[in-house]
């Protein structure tokens, strides 16, 4: 069974401060996405990450897909209360389904 | 703004109804996909569509159901509607594997 494990689940921090958030597997994916959601609202596509080694930024925010494409980071510079949200990372099933498998997120919360 | 779009946006009903929701995908995506998101739970896949056919099940009840339409929409049918069915559900749509693109979600509160 495929499997994707984020830590921590909870993150709070002052702004300024840097933080990373893991999201690990003992399988092999093709690819990984990472999402932001905010409460009430549908997740939204931050980012997808392909190639094994691969290192992604979107302004403040660096991703890293594993050598192996077995797990995956988010790296936070300087945090804003705007960064705080939902932060879920996934991965498509095996097969050709399309179904993505999701993390159970980590909850960053900002504090001005 | 991502392109897919979910009505209604809230909905409010009494236990043992049935509701529908409806899905628009982004323009060319031909899979739908559906979540359910409680409170204590992360997302929960429900089920997936391509090209209005069904291609992949989930946690879905046999009370809930849906179809994507030739124009690609698709419905998510819930009847005999209890209290733990209170969510927020959602809709995805793809044109690949791997990148799926989310709707604002439609609240139901079931009384």
């Known amino acids: 069974t495929q499997l994707l494990e984020q830590s921590p689940q909870f993150l709070s921090i002052q702004e300024g401060e840097n933080l990373t958030v893991y999201c690990n597997s003992s399988s092999v994916f093709s690819s990984l996405q990472w999402y932001r959601q905010e409460p009430g609202e549908g997740p939204v596509l931050l980012v997808t990450?392909?190639?094994?080694?691969e290192v992604k930024k979107l302004k403040r925010l660096t991703f890293q897909f594993g050598d192996a494409r077995k797990d995956s980071s988010l790296h936070i510079t300087a945090a804003q209360p705007g960064d705080t949200g939902l932060y879920l990372c996934a991965g498509p099933r095996t097969g050709n389904t399309g179904k993505l498998i999701f993390g159970q997120g980590t909850t960053l919360q900002v504090k001005p | 703004d991502s392109g897919v779009t979910q009505t209604p946006k809230h909905l409010i009903t009494a236990t043992g109804q049935r509701v529908t929701l409806r899905c628009s995908p982004r323009?060319?995506?031909?899979?739908v996909y559906w979540y359910q998101q409680s409170l204590d739970q992360g997302l929960q896949f429900l089920i997936q569509y391509y090209n209005g056919e069904e291609r992949a099940k989930g946690n879905i009840l046999e009370r809930f159901s849906a179809q994507q339409f030739p124009d690609l929409h698709s419905e998510l049918n819930l009847s005999s509607l209890e209290l733990g069915d209170s969510a927020l559900y959602f809709c995805?749509?793809?044109?690949?594997?791997?990148?799926?693109?989310f709707g604002p979600g439609t609240r139901l509160t079931v009384l």
């Open positions: 990450v392909v190639t094994g080694g």
């Open positions: 995805a749509s793809s044109v690949s594997i791997g990148e799926q693109f």
């Open positions: 323009s060319g995506d031909l899979s």
